[in-house]
């Protein structure tokens, strides 16, 4: 890279200078810091652990109609569910047992053995409220 001169001093023949490793595993660390912030690998929110780790309520929707029953609802294993409806309402359960409540008042329906059911009611819309046992 270097010539010896008649002098005995030398010149480079490339004059662009490399970038110090420092630079090089700054901007490396910033790119990484930037592609993890984009992606939420990072937490920055300040939630404690129990917020964090409460369990998720979800809520699924059926239309009712007085005279059809609706499509099965399959719900997940191991959750409770309440069903919030207008009038009157009845739950066909998968092993043939049909339970009808009225005025939209909260029933209890006993062990159930599995969380796949039917529903009919008065026109409207009935919401189940799930959580995890």
């Not at 005279?67 to 009845?90: A, C, G, R, T």
């Not at 159930?112 to 799930?130: D, E, P, Q, Y």
Request: net charge positive; hydrophobic share 40%.
């Amino acid at each position: 890279m270097a010539e010896k001169q008649s002098a005995g001093q030398t010149t480079e023949v490339n004059n662009r200078k490399r970038p110090s490793t420092w630079v090089l595993i700054f901007s490396g660390s910033i790119m990484l810091w930037i592609y993890c912030a984009d992606f939420s690998f990072f937490n920055f929110s300040h939630k404690s652990v129990e917020e964090q780790q409460k369990p998720q309520v979800q809520q699924i929707t059926v239309e009712l109609d007085p005279v059809k029953w609706s499509e099965w609802v399959k719900l997940p294993p191991n959750h409770w569910f309440q069903i919030d409806f207008p009038n009157w309402i009845e739950c066909k359960f998968w092993d043939g047992r049909v339970v009808k409540a009225l005025n939209g008042k909260p029933q209890w329906v006993g062990k159930i053995n599995n969380n796949i059911f039917r529903l009919r009611g008065c026109l409207g819309t009935a919401t189940i409220t799930l959580e995890p046992k």
